[in-house]
């Protein structure tokens, strides 16, 4: 039988650890009190799950391979705690889009777009799922600095959009 079909021994390849959400470099690391509270549960359920596979003792070639993963992705938690720089939001100015603003847009002039609502937050915190966009996004970018009532260009799928800022709140209202 040729050896094209025959299953190679894959604890020879280096295992795939899935990366962190993407922060450009040279940014700073912003978090909400809460998404650091998020990356120290991280911490800890990682640390847990390491403890485990550190124990399990039925097969080497498995348990090295995900002691490996896990050790990367410890790493990488830690760089992201180490560099993380907390913001508070009820410290930001009250009238003006910043860093964990919940933020309601609506659209100027009627046509196909609706309101938005969304909260700025941290790389590691964002889920569009939750209405959280990180600080690094394009939506996000567009949005900081402006004033309530104020106008701003929003991309929203192929074109860009005018949106009125309709509300600003922070914290947990």
Known sequence: MSRAFT?????????????RAALPPG???YVTPE???LLRQELTAL?????LAEANRENDADRTRRLTVLNGQLS??????????????RSQPVKEVRF???VTLRPVGGGNASERRFTIVGVDEASVAAGKVAFVAPIARAVQGAKLGQRVQ???GAKAEEMEVAAIRYGQD
């Not at 640390?47 to 403890?51: D, L, V």
């Not at 990488?76 to 939001?89: E, H, M």
């Open 154 to 156: 929003v991309r929203l």
């Open 76 to 89: 990488a938690l830690n760089s992201r705690l180490a560099s993380a720089k907390v913001v508070d939001p």
């Open 7 to 19: 299953k190679e021994d894959d604890s020879l390849e280096a295992p795939i650890i899935p990366p």
């Open 47 to 51: 640390e847990a799950e390491r403890t």
């Open 27 to 29: 940014t700073p690391n």
């Open 35 to 37: 998404g650091l509270e």
């Open 100 to 102: 964990g603003a919940t």
